[in-house]
């Protein structure tokens, strides 16, 4: 099993600012993935984030916007860049190995004002 | 193309009533998983089943249990007895094989919100 610890939990913006999310995984995974959810939407995934190697961005999803980085096996931070009252969502990462569960961190609630 | 189907936005129940929550998929893949999570309003995610492609045995886990039909490209969950405390939404998410192995991301259906009152 992995843990996972998301950092803020919770965060209130100003619009135009950029806000970094943290995520630390108690073990070492080779992939880890990042999510938003909308206000009543599902999840949708942003990113892949591969350690050692530039995030693989979904389409809608651009780096300039949410750069992510991934500096070893049991980190990577996302950043939401110039932020408008639109990217008022949960951000979530997640880990996944082929022969378990996927794990989720606690998300972080986003609202910019 | 990939695809989780939940076509129940909402369902409101009674206490004690069964409530079944379907999820359709679609892929290409033969290789695949099917996992089911509940959000309750705190927003965490939390994992309720995992199932693999090769496994259609029905699972039971207490007061719920999962009907997966490869037939009908089908995976529902019904919750036996619901309780006021089943009350959150249930996503429905598919998962493909990529070459290295490493884990795949989920793809998620929209979601069933499930009431339940007493």
């Known amino acids: 099993s992995a843990v996972i610890s998301q950092k803020p939990s919770r965060d209130i913006c100003q619009r135009g600012t950029s806000l970094t999310i943290q995520c630390q995984v108690d073990?070492?995974?080779?992939?880890m993935f990042w999510y938003r959810q909308q206000p009543g939407q599902s999840l949708t995934l942003i990113a892949t984030?591969?350690?050692?190697?530039?995030?693989?961005?979904e389409s809608g999803f651009v780096i300039d916007k949410f750069p992510i980085s991934r500096p070893n096996l049991t980190f990577s931070t996302l950043t939401v860049s110039n932020m408008s009252p639109e990217d008022s969502s949960i951000y979530l990462c997640?880990?996944?190995?082929?022969?378990?569960?996927?794990?989720f961190g606690q998300g972080t609630r986003l609202t910019v004002v | 193309a990939q695809k989780v189907t939940q076509a129940q936005t909402e369902i409101s129940v009674v206490e004690k009533e069964d409530v079944t929550l379907d999820c359709v998929y679609e892929?290409?893949?033969?290789?695949?998983?099917l996992f089911w999570y509940k959000q309750p309003p705190s927003g965490e995610l939390v994992f309720l089943i995992r199932r693999n492609s090769f496994d259609e045995q029905n699972e039971i886990s207490g007061r719920y249990s999962w009907n997966f039909q490869k037939s009908t490209s089908s995976f529902n969950f019904t919750i036996t007895a619901s309780q006021v405390v089943d009350s959150a939404v249930y996503f429905c998410a598919l998962s493909e094989k990529e070459w290295n192995q490493a884990g795949t991301a989920l793809i998620f259906g929209k979601g069933t919100t499930l009431s339940v009152s007493s």
């Open positions: 073990s070492q995974v080779t992939m």
């Open positions: 892929t290409r893949d033969t290789t695949y998983y």
């Open positions: 997640s880990v996944a190995s082929w022969d378990s569960e996927a794990f």
């Open positions: 984030a591969n350690q050692g190697s530039e995030a693989t961005y």
